[in-house]
C-alpha cells in the first residue's frame, strides 16, 4: 500500500499516526483514572461510570451556555471554569452515590455491579428527562477549534493536545494525592486491611465515600474534556464504558502504573492496527490480544494486593 | 373490559339517535357530502379494527427512552402534529383519530412485542412507527401474520418489500445515486473514500455506491472503513483520508460516532470548504449535537431540508415549531413520518375503507400534495416516489438547498446490477 506515496509523506503520516495513537492513550487513561480509583482502591464495580462522565459533559454545555448568554466576552476561557464545575457537580453526585447505596454493598462486591447498573439506567432517564433525548452540541472557543500547522502534511489537532495536557496534569494529581499525600496514605491503608486501618483511628467510611468522589469528579472532568471529540446526550456515556473497562482489567486493578501502561498497550496496538485494517477489524484484533493476554495473566499486567 | 366495550358501543348509538331526531328540521339544509363523509361503521370496517362512528385508533410505535430516543423523537413528535391536523380538517372517513404511543425502548423484541399488542389487542388501524431496520425487521413478521398495516418513516438500504409496509423515506438507490451523479460532475470527483457504521444499512449502501462509482461514474473507490457503532476514535482513519486525497469522502456513520467523526475532522485540519464531502446520514437532527461550526460546508444526500422553499413546508415548520417549540429542528426522517398519517388517511379515502387489505391494494397511485418535501405519490412496490436533494451545511445548522433531480425518482428496492 506504500509503493505510490513519496518518502516525505510517509514520514508525515508516521508522525501523525503516532500522534493519534498518543491522543487516544491520553483519552483511554482519562477515562479509565477515575474508574481505576474506585474499581482498583475500594473494589466497586462501578458501571455507571459513563453516566458520571456525561454529567460532567453536560455542566460544560450548560456553562458554556451561561457564559454565551452573560459573559460573552470570556467565553474563551469558559472551559476551565466548565471543568471544575464539573469535578465538582460529579464529585458529589459520587459522595451522594457512595452514603445512599454504595456503603451498604461494600462486602458485596457483585451487587455493587447491579446496583450502579441500575444507577446508570437512572442516570441516563434523568438526563433525559431533564436535557431531552437530542444529543446536545457544546460550543467551544475559538481557539480550542482546528489545528497547529507544523508543516504542509504534519498537522496537531489542538483538542488532542489539550486532552494530552489534562491527561498528564490529572494523573499526576492523582499519582501525588495517592502516594505523597496523608489522605492518600490512609486510603492506602484502607485498601489493604480495613479493619487495622480502623484500628488505628482511620476514619474508613470517611476515607471511602471521598474515594468514591474523587474517582467520579474524575470522571466529570473527563466528560467534560472529551466535550471536544465525542457526542453529549443521554446515552453517551455508554460508548466508553466497555474501553474504560477494558483498560483498568487489562492494567491490573489497584495499579495506577498499570492502567497507564495498559492504556498505552492499548491505544497503540489500536491505531496502529487501525491504520493498515478497517476499523471493526482492528478492533477485533484488538480485543483478541487483550483476551489472550490474560488468559495467561488473569490478574492483569501490574497486580497489587486487593482487598479481600 | 366487555363491559366498556359494550358501554361504548351503545352510548354513541343512542346519542346519534338523538342527535338524528334533533336534525331532523336542519335535515333539508345539509350538502350532500357530510353523509358521504361519515359512511356506516359496519361498512368500513369489515374487520374487526378499532374503528367507532366517531373515532379510528391507530398505534405510534417508537423508541421514547434508550439510546434511539435521539433520533426516534422527532419521528414521535411529526406524527402526532400530522394526527392533529388531520383532526382539525375533520378527521378520516368524518373519524378522529386517536393514538396508542407505545414504546419500543431500543429494543427490537420489544418492538415486536408491542406492535403485536397494538395489533391484536387495540385493533389499531394502522401504525405509524419503527426507525432502525432492525426493529422493522422484528416487526415485519408480526405485521404479516396479523395484517396490519404499517408506516416505515426512515430511509434504509432496500431489499425489501411488503403488503404490509408503506415506506415513507428513500431506499438506498433513491438517496444515493443522484447524489453520486452529481458530485462527479460538479466537483469532476473520481476517487472516492467511503467510511461508514458497521451494520447492515452502510455496508449496503456503501455496495451500491462502489458499483455506481466504479461502473457508471468510472471512478475509483481508494478506501473503504467500518467502524463500530459507536466508536468515538476516528484519528487513524483521517490520516488515511490525507493519505489517499480522495476527490470526495463519502460517509454513512451514525449516532454518536457522527459526532466524534466531525469534531475530530476538523480537528485534523481538513477544510470541509476544500475537501468536499458527501454524507447519506446527517439531519438537521444530527447537526444539532455535532455543532454547525464542526461541518459547515459538508454536502448531505436526503430529500427534504427544513430549509426547503415551497409553500408546503412554509406552512409545515412554523405549524411544528408551534406545537414543540422555537429550538426544535425538522430532519429528513422527521418530514417522511410526517408523511405516514396523510398518506394513510388519503389512501383509507380513496379505498373508502380501513380494512388494512383494501387499503394495502389501494396505496399505489395515492398522492399527497401538501409534502413539506413537495409532491410525492406511493409507487406500486410500497416505496415513495421523491426526488432527491443535495444540500450544503451551514454554520446556523441548517441546509442551504444546492441541487434538486428534475423528475421524482423511482424508487427500486431490488437495484438490478447494484446486488
Not at chain 1, 494523573?171 to 480502623?198: D, E, F, H, K, P
Not at chain 1, 443521554?234 to 487489562?250: A, E, H, K, N, R
Not at chain 2, 451500491?208 to 457503532?229: D, P, Q, S, T
Request: glycine share 10%; hydrophobic share 45%; proline share 3%.
Amino acid at each position: 500500500m506504500f509503493g505510490d506515496y513519496s518518502l516525505g509523506d510517509l514520514g508525515s503520516i508516521f508522525v501523525m499516526q503516532g500522534f493519534a495513537g498518543l491522543i487516544l492513550f491520553s483519552v483511554y487513561v482519562l477515562m479509565a483514572l477515575g474508574l481505576a480509583i474506585i474499581f482498583g482502591q475500594m473494589g466497586v464495580i462501578n458501571m455507571a461510570h459513563g453516566e458520571f462522565m456525561i454529567l460532567g459533559a453536560y455542566v460544560t454545555w450548560m456553562t458554556s451556555n451561561l457564559f454565551q448568554t452573560y459573559m460573552p466576552g470570556l467565553f474563551g476561557g469558559y472551559f476551565f471554569l466548565a471543568m471544575i464545575l464539573a469535578f465538582l457537580a460529579s464529585g458529589a453526585l459520587g459522595m451522594v452515590v457512595e452514603w445512599v447505596l454504595i456503603r451498604h454493598l461494600y462486602k458485596r462486591p457483585l451487587d455493587t455491579l447491579l446496583a450502579t447498573w441500575g444507577l446508570s439506567l437512572m442516570l441516563q432517564q434523568a438526563y433525559r428527562s431533564v436535557f431531552g433525548a437530542r444529543e446536545v452540541g457544546v460550543e467551544l472557543p475559538q481557539w480550542m477549534l482546528g489545528s497547529l500547522h507544523v508543516t504542509d502534511s504534519i498537522e496537531v489537532p489542538i483538542n488532542g493536545v489539550f486532552v494530552m495536557c489534562l491527561t498528564v496534569l490529572i494523573t499526576v494529581g492523582v499519582a501525588y494525592v495517592l502516594y505523597m499525600s496523608r489522605w492518600g496514605r490512609q486510603v492506602r491503608a484502607v485498601v489493604q486491611n480495613r479493619i487495622m486501618a480502623g484500628a488505628v483511628g482511620i476514619n474508613t467510611e470517611k476515607v471511602d465515600r471521598y474515594t468514591f468522589g474523587l474517582g467520579c469528579g474524575i470522571a466529570g472532568v473527563a466528560g467534560s474534556a472529551f466535550t471536544m471529540i465525542g457526542s453529549t446526550g443521554p446515552t453517551s456515556g455508554q460508548l466508553y464504558i466497555v474501553d474504560t473497562f477494558l483498560v483498568v482489567v487489562f492494567g491490573g486493578a489497584a495499579s495506577l502504573i498499570g492502567t497507564i501502561a495498559s492504556a498505552f498497550s492499548i491505544s497503540q496496538t489500536q491505531s496502529t492496527l487501525e491504520f493498515f485494517m478497517s476499523g471493526s477489524m482492528a478492533k477485533v484484533l484488538t480485543l483478541l490480544a487483550v483476551v489472550g493476554i490474560l488468559m495467561l495473566r488473569p490478574q492483569g499486567l501490574f497486580a497489587l494486593k486487593v482487598r479481600k | 373490559m366487555s363491559d366498556e366495550a359494550n358501554k361504548g358501543l351503545l352510548s354513541p348509538l343512542r346519542r346519534k339517535l338523538l342527535m338524528g331526531m334533533a336534525a331532523v328540521p336542519a335535515i333539508t339544509m345539509l350538502p350532500k357530502a357530510s353523509f358521504a363523509q361519515a359512511p356506516a361503521t359496519s361498512a368500513v370496517n369489515t374487520t374487526g379494527l378499532a374503528v367507532t362512528d366517531t373515532e379510528v385508533t391507530v398505534g405510534i410505535l417508537h423508541s421514547a427512552t434508550g439510546t434511539m430516543a435521539i433520533s426516534e423523537t422527532g419521528s414521535i413528535e411529526a406524527e402526532k402534529l400530522a394526527i392533529e391536523q388531520i383532526n382539525a380538517m375533520g378527521g378520516v372517513l368524518g373519524r378522529k383519530i386517536k393514538f396508542i404511543q407505545e414504546d419500543g425502548a431500543s429494543d427490537w423484541p420489544t418492538f415486536a412485542e408491542k406492535a403485536k399488542k397494538l395489533l391484536v389487542n387495540d385493533k389499531v388501524a394502522a401504525i405509524m412507527g419503527c426507525w432502525t431496520s432492525a426493529s422493522r425487521k422484528a416487526v415485519l413478521p408480526v405485521m404479516e401474520q396479523y395484517n396490519g398495516m404499517l408506516y416505515y418513516p426512515t430511509f434504509y438500504e432496500g431489499l425489501e418489500q411488503s403488503k404490509n409496509v408503506i415506506y415513507t423515506g428513500q431506499e438506498a438507490t433513491q438517496q444515493i445515486l443522484a447524489g453520486l451523479n452529481w458530485i462527479a460532475k460538479e466537483k469532476g470527483a473520481k476517487s472516492f473514500f467511503f467510511i461508514g457504521s458497521d451494520y447492515i444499512w452502510p455496508r449496503t449502501s456503501n455496495k451500491i455506491a462502489r458499483k455506481h462509482v466504479e461502473n457508471v461514474l468510472k471512478g475509483k473507490v481508494v478506501g473503504e472503513e467500518y467502524y463500530a457503532l459507536g466508536s468515538t476514535q476516528f484519528n487513524s482513519v483521517i490520516n488515511k483520508i490525507k493519505l489517499t486525497k480522495p476527490d470526495v469522502i463519502f460517509t454513512d456513520v451514525v449516532g454518536g460516532s457522527n459526532v466524534a467523526f466531525y469534531k475530530q475532522l476538523k480537528a485534523a485540519g481538513i477544510d470541509l470548504a476544500k475537501q468536499p464531502l458527501l454524507t447519506i446520514s446527517v439531519t438537521e437532527d444530527e447537526i444539532d449535537g455535532i455543532g454547525g461550526e464542526n461541518i459547515a460546508g459538508a454536502y448531505a444526500c436526503m430529500k427534504y431540508f427544513q430549509s426547503l422553499d415551497n409553500p408546503n413546508n412554509k406552512a409545515f415548520v412554523p405549524a411544528f415549531k408551534k406545537m414543540w417549540g422555537e429550538k426544535t429542528v425538522i430532519g429528513d426522517v422527521t418530514q417522511a413520518a410526517y408523511l405516514g398519517p396523510w398518506l394513510w388517511k388519503l389512501t383509507v379515502e380513496k379505498a373508502g375503507s380501513f380494512d388494512v387489505d383494501k387499503i394495502a391494494a389501494a396505496s399505489p397511485g395515492v398522492e399527497f400534495k401538501g409534502a413539506p418535501e413537495g409532491y410525492v405519490r406511493i409507487h406500486e412496490n410500497h416505496h415513495l416516489w421523491s426526488k432527491t436533494r443535495v444540500g450544503r451545511a451551514k454554520l446556523d445548522g441548517q441546509f442551504e438547498l444546492i441541487y434538486e433531480t428534475a423528475d421524482l425518482v423511482e424508487p427500486d428496492p431490488f437495484p438490478k446490477g447494484y446486488q
